[in-house]
């Protein structure tokens, strides 16, 4: 009974012997997936880092461009600033050349119209002065004309002079009586004026009666 008993006692430590076996078996399979996965754990906290590591210098560098970009923008925002105030300059100035040239503009218009009326009231004036300068020219042609008139009979004049002289002079040498001399003066007197008479120029006698008159004076005294 006693080796049966202790038979019985080595199978129930066996077995147990057998469970802590399993038991340990199955607490090393554990401890070896605990070691992976510790491992795996330490890989990926070292890829982590890595990836920390690289996220920080790719953040610094993102900081340091994104800087470099806030400057360029400050940089261009200046220019853009300096140009719209030169534009804004270039404005005002050509809206002030614009005042003054719609000025100008104005006051040239107003002179313009101010010509037209000058000039209007110079062209009535030209008018009556163009009539006026036409009868002008009417009288200095008739003028002209009674000049050359006057010219021809002044020389006529003098040709008779001339003759009457001569014919005097004549009547002086021959010594003749009283009749014989009126008759040769009226003779002479014919001969002159029918002279006279007939080479007379064809053109218009657009003298006054009055120096017809004063004409005739000198003959009617050298006839005497």
């Known amino acids: 009974q006693g080796y049966e008993e202790l038979e019985r006692q080595l199978k129930e430590v066996f077995k147990e012997r057998s469970n802590i076996l399993r038991q340990l078996s199955k607490t090393s399979k ?3 997936g605990i070691k992976v996965n510790l491992q795996s754990l ?3 906290e070292a890829s982590a880092k890595s990836d920390v590591q690289k996220l920080l210098e790719m953040g610094q560098k993102q ?6 970009l806030q400057e360029a923008f400050q940089k261009q925002l200046n220019e ?21 040239k719609s000025k100008m503009i104005r006051d040239l218009q107003n002179e313009n119209k101010s010509l037209k009326n000058k000039l209007l009231s110079g062209n009535k004036l030209c008018g009556i002065h163009a009539e006026e300068s036409k009868k002008i020219q ?21 040709d008779l002079e001339q003759k009457l002289a001569v014919a005097k002079d004549e009547l002086e040498k021959a010594a003749l009586d009283k009749e014989s001399q009126l008759k ?3 003779e002479t ?3 002159c004026l029918s002279s006279v008479l007939h ?14 008159e004063k004409l005739t004076s000198p003959v009617t005294k050298g006839s005497k």
Do not use: C, H, W
């Open 42 to 44: 330490k890989n990926d």
């Open 63 to 68: 900081r340091e461009e994104m800087k470099s």
């Open 199 to 212: 080479n007379q120029p064809p053109a218009k006698n657009l003298i006054p009666s009055k120096p017809a």
């Open 184 to 186: 040769a003066l009226k």
């Open 189 to 191: 007197v014919q001969l």
């Open 138 to 158: 009417a009288q200095l042609k008739e003028l002209r004309y009674g000049k050359k008139d006057l010219i021809f009979k002044a020389q006529q004049l003098t």
């Open 80 to 100: 853009a600033t300096e140009k719209a105030e030169k534009q804004q300059a270039t404005v005002n100035f050509l809206k002030t050349e614009m005042e003054r």
């Open 30 to 32: 554990e401890l070896e």
